[in-house]
């Protein structure tokens, strides 16, 4: 009777084949992972927006951080727009929130316990900051986002625009520029509301894909480079 089945040789031209079809898949599927993991996020900004919104139409200003949208078990440090804080957390963001969003060059805007940020961007921060971060949500101890607004001192504008311009942007007085001060500037002096208010990065530094924003003013989500100033769409 005769023997039926593979030879070797064709074992491993199946093999081959297969391990060529998968290496064309898998990258497409890749792909269509970061676009849902994108699409999420780009939610997660509106909604975040829309709670933003809220608070400025029942307190006529913004949240100190973003932590303070969610209910907090210290009275005046949370209110209750966005329930536990899971929508801080981008999918895309292998840390889960834990270690903030990521960019070594601004640790000061990170919305995470200032322990942490301390320990994963080797921060040593200044009195004002030890001040500003003791108005966060302790409640809070994930977010994968920027938050532009922080109450922070902002070294960077400070570091590149005249004397004239931090003058006007301290509009407090008190000699130092926070966060928020600088992108208020900003918006009052060329960019109007197309300034980002809670950024999103993980998408470029994990897939080499534009950065999400949420705008200021209007909450509109778009893309840009890193430096958005230079480079938004």
């Known amino acids: 009777m005769k023997k039926t ?15 060529m079809l998968a290496g064309q898949i898998l990258p497409s599927l890749s792909t269509a992972r970061e676009k849902g993991r ?16 809220m608070y ?7 949240p100190v951080w973003l932590s303070n949208l969610c209910k907090s078990e210290v009275i005046g440090l949370g209110t209750n727009y966005l329930g536990t804080g899971k929508i801080f957390l981008c999918l895309t963001d292998l840390n889960k929130g834990t270690r903030g ?11 995470i316990p200032l322990s942490k940020v301390q320990i994963y961007y080797s921060y040593t921060p200044s009195e004002f900051d030890t001040v500003a971060y003791s108005y966060r949500n302790p409640n ?11 109450p922070t001192h902002c070294k960077w504008f ?11 942007a301290d509009t407090n007085g008190d000699g130092i520029v ?10 009052m002096h060329g960019f109007g509301g197309q300034v ?23 909450y509109n989500v778009f893309i840009s480079d890193a430096e958005w100033e230079k480079s938004s769409y």
Do not use: M
């Open 158 to 168: 400070e570091s590149t625009h005249t004397p004239e311009e931090i003058q006007q």
């Open 140 to 150: 809070i101890e994930k977010c994968s986002y920027t938050y532009e607004f922080a």
């Open 101 to 111: 969003h990521g960019n070594p060059a601004f640790p000061e805007i990170n919305d």
């Open 5 to 19: 089945g593979f030879t070797l040789i064709e074992l491993l031209v199946v093999i081959a084949i297969i391990s």
């Open 178 to 187: 926070t966060w928020k001060e600088a992108k208020i500037w900003q918006s």
């Open 56 to 62: 400025y139409q029942d307190y006529d200003e913004y």
């Open 38 to 53: 994108q699409a999420n996020c780009i939610n997660n900004l509106h909604q975040i927006g829309l709670a933003i919104e």
């Open 196 to 218: 980002p208010i809670v950024r999103c990065f993980w998408h470029y530094y994990n897939f080499k894909q534009k950065v999400l924003n949420l705008a200021f003013r209007d």
